[in-house]
């Protein structure tokens, strides 16, 4: 016959253990108590490299000092690109100065910390020095051939891929190029030759073209595909295109996915290059939660496509992005809070890396 005390015992041990675990259950669903390291052995950037995509940002060297800032950055990306420290008004400020400190501050941090590099961005009409802008057309040329050679050679080997152009066309539906200098100065042919001189000057990097409201297919977009088709077929070196993904809560095009694979079908790479997606200030609780499943719809899009190379976020936490300066009474539209808080984007994202792709 059994012991009656055994058996209580083990009643009251298998009791205990439930109540232990269901406190645990309770603890890990409330991330209550969760150490930081537990919590950096699944960040974003262990998990994306776990499905060798990658996963950036848009870096300012000037915050790296700022201890929240620097620890988000190693231990969240494994990508960084310069939000400004390698344009051409930073790099090339006046003819044939090259100024590198601030370029080389992003490449190093990114080397220490064994991140890929992003080059951004050789040819822009905007941050554009004033002594590029009053060149006449053959000097113009010259002078973008010299600055994509200095700078693209500077970082040869370093970088992963370039924006080669940036915003080369034109919004609304006209599906025509951008009414840039470039473009006024040197006509249709100026895409092609920076991506020319690019390949030239780095052989190994990857050449993108990149651009905004591209996100879905409609005209803008499809300029760039038949530009990229065109380049395919005659042989001009292009890789990868880039959407900048600087979207409104609530207006992720339906069809971000198709859009990539077209892309894609040309045989070219893909990436979503700046995501933010902006709301107005301050944030309500139900647009946060919208926000989260629009970064979850963008992520889902890029993870479904397998060459889509990853997803780079504009930037860290909301304290700094862009999006206030230039679209006032707008903002909240990174994935860290103020106050460096991850938001609800942040955690309907995480899982998808783990999830879902290749
Ligand atoms: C923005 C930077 O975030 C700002 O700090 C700067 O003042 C202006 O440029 N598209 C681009 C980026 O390709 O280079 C822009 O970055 C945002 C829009």
């Known amino acids: 016959m059994r012991n009656p005390h055994h058996r209580a015992g083990r009643l009251r041990s298998a009791l205990l253990a439930a109540v232990l675990l269901a406190g645990t259950a309770l603890a890990v669903g409330l991330g209550v108590g969760r150490p930081d390291h537990a919590a950096a052995a699944t960040s974003l950037k262990s998990l994306a490299d776990a499905k060798g995509r990658d996963i950036g940002f848009a870096l300012d060297p000037g915050r790296l000092s700022e201890t929240a800032y620097r620890q988000i950055a190693d231990t969240e990306f494994n990508l960084v690109v310069a939000e400004n420290a390698m344009k051409w008004d930073a790099t090339e400020p006046s003819p044939g100065q090259f100024t590198f400190g601030q370029g080389d501050a992003v490449a190093s941090y990114a080397a220490g910390g064994g991140k890929k590099l992003y080059g951004h961005t050789l040819v822009w009409h905007s941050q554009l020095p004033n002594w590029v802008s009053n060149l006449p057309g053959p000097d113009l040329l010259q002078a973008m051939r010299s600055h994509i050679t200095g700078v693209a050679g500077h970082y040869r080997g370093k970088v992963v891929a370039w924006d080669v152009v940036n915003e080369a066309f034109a919004d609304g539906g006209s599906g025509g190029r951008r009414d840039s200098v470039f473009q006024q100065r040197i006509g249709d042919r100026w895409i092609e030759e920076a991506f020319r001189a690019a390949r030239a000057a780095d052989p190994a990097a990857k050449l993108c073209i990149n651009d905004y409201s591209t996100d879905g297919v409609n ?52 990436r979503i290059t700046e995501l933010d997606i902006r709301m107005p200030t301050p944030p309500s609780a139900a647009n946060l939660a919208a926000q989260a499943a629009d970064y979850k719809r963008v992520v889902t899009a890029c993870l479904a496509v397998s060459r889509c190379a990853g997803v780079t976020t504009w930037g860290i936490t909301d304290r700094y992005s862009w999006i206030p300066g230039v679209f006032p009474g707008q903002g909240a539209a990174l994935i860290w809070d103020d106050n460096y808080q991850p938001k609800p984007a942040y955690q309907a994202v995480k899982p998808l890396f783990h999830e879902l792709g290749r």
């Open 219 to 270: 005209a803008k977009s499809t300029a760039i595909w038949n530009l990229v088709r065109d380049f395919k077929a005659r042989g001009v070196p292009i890789d990868c295109v880039g959407l900048q993904a600087h979207l409104i809560v609530g207006q992720v095009p339906g069809d971000l996915q198709a859009n990539l694979q077209r892309f894609a079908d040309l045989g070219v790479d893909v």
